[in-house]
Structure formats: structure tokens, C-alpha cells
T-cell receptor, first 114, second 115 residues
């Protein structure tokens, strides 16, 4: 089974600064999809950004961007100009091109310091 | 924006009792999922459901679990005889038909506490 690893249980960033959350995964598949979800306290998980493995270009969504390194099986999330509302648990997720389930990492808790 | 809704937000149940967790997926979605998150651990896949049948399930989803879509809107997870280790946050999710890059939309979750 695929595994997703988030090696940073907790991260903090000063407001307006940039932070990078790391994610690595293990798979033998060549076609798959990667996602970052944000989970504010006591709230639902919300999609932040997605990346198709067949695309070489890194996905960007406003202040959020990824650094997708397929050979290294790495999928980090960069948050620029951090805001207080970015404080949340961030989960990296992998989805095979074949199956339906998502495989999640253990999450990184991000604190934004005013 | 349409949302996945889950009820109740918190369920407390005696060990050995049956519990039903309810979900209303986004109305035009066709794929439905249940995940669970034990406190301090990762989110784990339980089951996916499409066209009124289970399409995929994990090892966690054993005979004590069942899912049902009793009508056109609800999607339920039943735990037949709860155990202490079933205490977790349970998330329902749904996704639309189409490309595999479509995200799953999650509900707020139901916190299940087994006493």
C-alpha cells in the first residue's frame, strides 16, 4: 500500500512570512494525484491545492504553491505571505489513478505568529 | 458552496451498542466515502461506495461495519457492536464523477466516544 509521510508534526511561521511543509510518499505507480488539505480546529478538511503526477509544472493557487519532485517522491507545500487564518492542520494526501481511496499523512500543525 | 453535512457532531455510546453515523453528501456527487481518525493519528480510509454498492474497503472495515444509502440523500455508517477502539473522529466525503484529479469533499466529522 502507498504510504505518505509528513515529517514535521508542528511548524510555526511569522505572519507575512513564508513557510514550507514537507511531504514524501512511497509508490510504485507512475500515474497518481497528490493533494494538500487544510483542517482548521474543529472544522472540516478543505482542499488547498492538487497536483497531477503527469504534469511537470508545479501547481499554484494564490499564496499556495507546491514543489513536486516526482523522482524524489516529494510534494511540499509553500505558503507565502502567511496569514492568521492559515493556522490549521495540513494533510498531504495521495490518490492512485486506479483506486478511490486517499492515503493521508499524519499531518502538520501550523501556527501563525502575529 | 455545497457542503457535506454530518450528524451528530458528537456521539457517546456504551461499548457493545450499535451506532449509526449519518452523512448527507453533496447532491450531485456519485462517490461516497468514510474515513476515521483516531486521536493523534492519521486519517484512515474505511470504505468507498458507488452505484449502491461498496467499491473498495480497507482492512479496518470488517464485519461489524456496514454502509447504506437508504434514500437519495443520506449515506450512513453503522457500527454493529462498538468497541473501545472504535472511538475516533469519523469523516464522510463525497466526490463527483469524472477525472481522477477531482478532490473529495469532507464533512465536519462525527466524534464517536465509546464508554
Amino acid at each position: 500500500a502507498q504510504t505518505v509521510t509528513q515529517s514535521q508534526p508542528e511548524m510555526s511561521v511569522q505572519e507575512a512570512e513564508t513557510v514550507t511543509l514537507s511531504c514524501t510518499y512511497d509508490t510504485s505507480e507512475s500515474d497518481y494525484y497528490l493533494f494538500w488539505y487544510k483542517q482548521p480546529p474543529s472544522r472540516q478538511m478543505i482542499l488547498v491545492i492538487r497536483q497531477e503526477a503527469y504534469k511537470q509544472q508545479n501547481a499554484t493557487e494564490n499564496r499556495f504553491s507546491v514543489n513536486f519532485q516526482k523522482a524524489a517522491k516529494s510534494f511540499s507545500l509553500k505558503i507565502s505571505d502567511s496569514q492568521l487564518g492559515d493556522a490549521a492542520m495540513y494533510f498531504c494526501a495521495y490518490r492512485s489513478a486506479i483506486g478511490n481511496q486517499f492515503y493521508f499523512g499524519t499531518g502538520t500543525s501550523l501556527t501563525v505568529i502575529p | 458552496e455545497p457542503e457535506v453535512t454530518q450528524t451528530p457532531s458528537h456521539q457517546v455510546t456504551q461499548m457493545g451498542q450499535e451506532v449509526i453515523l449519518r452523512c448527507v453528501p453533496i447532491s450531485n456527487h456519485l462517490y461516497f466515502y468514510w474515513y476515521r481518525q483516531i486521536l493523534g493519528q492519521k486519517v484512515e480510509f474505511l470504505v468507498s461506495f458507488y452505484n449502491n454498492e461498496i467499491s473498495e474497503k480497507s482492512e479496518i472495515f470488517d464485519d461489524q461495519f456496514s454502509v447504506e444509502r437508504p434514500d437519495g440523500s443520506n449515506f450512513t455508517l453503522k457500527i454493529r457492536s462498538t468497541k473501545l477502539e472504535d472511538s475516533a473522529m469519523y469523516f464522510c466525503a463525497s466526490s463527483g464523477q469524472g477525472a481522477r484529479n477531482q478532490p473529495q469533499h469532507f464533512g465536519d466529522g462525527t466524534r464517536l466516544s465509546i464508554l
